[in-house]
């Protein structure tokens, strides 16, 4: 089955830098686009960023547009957001997507940017 494990949160004053990881397992990784998504406490969760399964495009959402970078390694199955010039409207439960015949989510990651 598809399993998307991410890694890389924290808490981390504005300003600053995080990267985040996540791992894929259970599907033909080089093959499905990959996004970030994240979910701030009382909100809908919304788009931060995606990548093509060959990296030759990437889309931002224009609230990270300029801070934040998504690159992949399908050697390692593994995509990364970095994020940079962190906000303290940047808090949120970071998820790692894929879309195969429906969404797959993982577990989520803690960032939160102290003021």
């Known amino acids: 089955q598809v399993q998307l494990i991410e890694a890389g949160g924290g808490l981390v004053q504005t300003g600053g830098s995080l990267r985040l990881s996540c791992v894929a397992s259970?599907?033909?990784?080089?093959?499905?686009?990959m996004a970030w998504f994240r979910q701030a406490p009382g909100k809908e969760r919304e788009f931060v960023a995606t990548?093509?399964?060959?990296?030759?495009?990437?889309s931002y959402a224009d609230s990270v547009k300029g801070r934040f970078t998504i690159s992949r390694d399908n050697a390692k199955n593994t995509v990364y957001l970095q994020m940079n010039s962190l906000k303290p409207e940047d808090t949120a439960v970071y998820y790692c997507?894929?879309?195969?015949?429906?969404?797959?989510w993982g577990q989520g990651t803690q960032v939160t940017v102290s003021s």
């Open positions: 997507n894929i879309r195969i015949s429906r969404d797959y």
């Open positions: 259970g599907v033909t990784f080089s093959s499905y686009a």
């Open positions: 990548i093509s399964w060959s990296s030759g495009r990437t």
